[in-house]
């Protein structure tokens, strides 16, 4: 059966990180998906033909639709797609419906010489365990197998047919789930081996990506670094003299690079930007980032900006408060002409 592919799907946990999804048999088998779907109905068509054939028995019609009925939904509940292995819960529902169908079909009177379609449902309920085993629970499928041998058996030993008759009908069909038992487990290993593959490389991949975005984020600093301070420090350089407003520009320089240093996360263009143009009208500015990258700071950043553009003196000092505070940041306007405010800037970007 075909459907969904063999090969690893990364999804995220409940923490936020990444994890690769594991592989089991059903995924290299590919027991799921619309391919999947064709075969189930192809198989119930060719099951409905042999169970509504006639078996020679009176109100066949109705007999076989009490047997048919559950043996489809069992059917079809098995190659539904869950996690392996399937549901303990699912297991017995499935294996419920099963017993049902055997059962209707086991309290028939045996008949010598009936056709071989008349045992239908050994077979078919066989091909169900066989797929009840191949999603990972072998002990649920033979376990139905021993509730049918035990049933056929019964069915045959009271119709005169003997016990021998009953054993022919079922040994091939114990075949059938030892090679499903043996594909179980020979797969078992290899998906286990596969998935611990692919976790690898997803690990690898992980470790891959973050190393280029500490790389990306290096040059970008470079750059920076290159476009704030290079002008100036080719003057110095040169060694010539600095005249005062070159001096007052190397401690503005500094301070924005301090800002980058301290503030992090509120060091955006634009408030570094209004940081220097409060400086130079002589007031005092202090940027911290004690969050460890905790979450945005944008709403933080643009607040900020705009109070630094409206103060002439004084001092302003914001902070970006430690996980695990009840507010994300706090922003202290000091002006020397005024009232010192404080603005608190709560996670969901409210401002207090």
């Not at 047997?67 to 297991?91: K, R, Y």
């Not at 003997?162 to 043996?182: F, I, K, N, S």
């Not at 940027?287 to 302003?316: F, H, K, P, Q, Y």
């Amino acid at each position: 059966m075909t459907g969904r592919p063999a090969t690893v799907q990364s999804r995220e946990g409940a923490d936020g990180r990444t994890r690769a999804a594991a592989v089991d048999v059903s995924s290299l088998l590919k027991l799921h998906g619309p391919h999947a779907s064709i075969i189930l109905v192809l198989f119930l068509l060719a099951q409905a033909l042999l169970a509504f054939a006639g078996g020679g028995q009176p109100d066949h019609t109705g007999v076989a639709v009490l047997a048919f009925v559950p043996f489809a939904i069992a059917a079809i509940w098995v190659v539904q797609p869950a996690p392996d292995p399937l549901p303990g819960l699912w297991c017995a529902g499935i294996l419920g419906l099963c017993a049902l169908t055997v059962t209707v079909l086991s309290a028939q009177p045996a008949l010598a010489g009936s056709p071989v379609y008349s045992t239908w449902h050994l077979g078919a309920v066989t091909t169900v365990l066989f797929m009840l085993i191949l999603r990972g629970r072998v002990l649920y499928g033979w376990l139905g197998y021993v509730g049918m041998v035990v049933a056929t058996l019964l069915w045959a030993i009271a119709g005169g047919l003997g016990a021998m008759a009953g054993v022919e009908l079922l040994v091939r069909h114990a075949a059938t789930l030892v090679v499903g038992t043996a594909i179980y487990f020979g797969l078992l290993g290899t998906a286990k081996r596969i998935t611990a593959i692919n976790r690898r490389a997803l690990a690898e991949a992980a470790a891959d990506a973050t190393s280029q975005a500490a790389e990306e984020e290096r040059v970008a600093q470079l750059a920076r670094l290159d476009d704030m301070a290079r002008p100036m420090m080719e003057l110095v350089a040169r060694g010539q003299q600095l005249s005062d407003a070159e001096r007052r520009d190397c401690l503005l320089i500094e301070a924005s690079l301090r800002d980058i240093v301290r503030g992090r996360a509120l060091a955006m263009p634009h408030v570094l930007s209004a940081a220097r143009a409060a400086r130079e009208r002589g007031v005092e500015v202090t940027l911290l980032d004690d969050s460890a990258a905790a979450g945005s700071a944008t709403a933080v950043a643009e607040l900020l900006a705009r109070e630094l553009a409206t103060i002439d003196s004084g001092s302003v000092t914001a902070r970006l408060q430690p996980a695990g505070r009840s507010e994300l940041a706090t922003i202290v306007i000091s002006p020397l002409d005024g009232d010192a405010r404080m603005l608190i800037v709560d996670p969901d970007g409210r401002v207090r």
